[in-house]
């Protein structure tokens, strides 16, 4: 996580980090990770989390909430009724609807904690999913952001996990004894999803540093090397005449 908050500038001198907190094991390993960045990296920042309560949630949050406390972390919990009465009015809502609520309501709650750096706890997985479904079902060669910003440029968003895999967070949550709360959607896993990660666990039974080569893939592009017109030189240009060097 380190190499990857250097290498995208993800956090600056002065900077105070919001970690979004889901209550699973990446966001809890970001907010982890976070913190002990925060006690030894050259630049002073500050770090934060806050968790929306969309009443998605599986168990109460205290438990992980009195945990929080015992730790030291400045932590949020924010009860939206927007996404709470969409809950009521709308139960078959799908995810669009969802995460534009969950978006509204992060910009107010970081906006009230002081923040100016919104940290995701979007993991390798996502990135190499991200990848393959935008290549393979949409057409496109996109990814996630690494680092990004809000509409009006307020908030820097980053997704310090990039290069973490979900089995590394998975083990680190696991071994932090932090009590993990889970998400009535942790299995909505849609179909094209699920069948990437399948074809994943399939292929690295074979080559285990699959998600790496493509993390490296995504960060070494040879634009001229692709369909592209407008990273193709197709400039018309008078032919060299080999025979002009001879009268020459
Ligand atoms: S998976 Fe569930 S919590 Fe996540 S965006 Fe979709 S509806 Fe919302």
């Not at 979004?20 to 390993?29: I, V």
């Not at 002073?44 to 989390?49: D, K, N």
């Not at 634009?223 to 197709?234: A, E, G, K, V």
């Amino acid at each position: 996580m380190g190499d990857a908050v250097a290498r995208f500038k993800m956090i600056r001198e002065g900077d105070r980090v919001a970690v979004a907190l889901s209550g699973g094991k990446d966001s809890l390993t970001l907010l982890e990770i976070l913190l002990r960045l925060r006690d030894r990296a050259p630049v002073e920042f500050s770090v934060c989390a806050f968790t929306v309560e969309q009443g998605k949630f599986l168990r109460p949050f205290e438990p992980l909430g009195q945990y929080l406390k015992a730790r030291g972390v400045d932590w949020t919990y924010h009860r939206d009724n927007p996404s709470l009465r969409l809950i009521e009015e709308q139960p078959g809502h799908g995810c669009d609807l969802c995460s534009r609520y969950r978006r509204r309501a992060v910009y107010q709650i970081v906006r009230g904690l002081g923040a100016n750096v919104i940290a995701f706890g979007h993991t390798a997985d996502d990135f190499c999913e991200s990848f393959l479904r935008n290549a393979l079902f949409t057409g496109r060669i996109s990814s996630l952001p690494p680092v990004t910003w809000s509409r009006e440029r307020d908030f820097r968003l980053i997704r310090p996990l990039v290069f973490v895999t979900e089995d590394l967070t998975a083990r680190f949550a696991g071994a932090s004894g932090a009590p993990l709360i889970p998400c009535a959607c942790a299995d909505r896993t849609g179909t094209v999803r699920r069948t990437l990660r399948q074809l994943f666990a399939a292929l690295e039974k074979d080559y285990p540093h699959l998600k790496e080569t493509l993390l490296s893939a995504m960060g070494n592009i040879e634009m001229s090397r692709l369909l592209d017109p407008r990273y193709l030189d197709l400039e018309v240009r008078a032919e060299a005449n080999p025979l002009a060097i001879l009268d020459s």
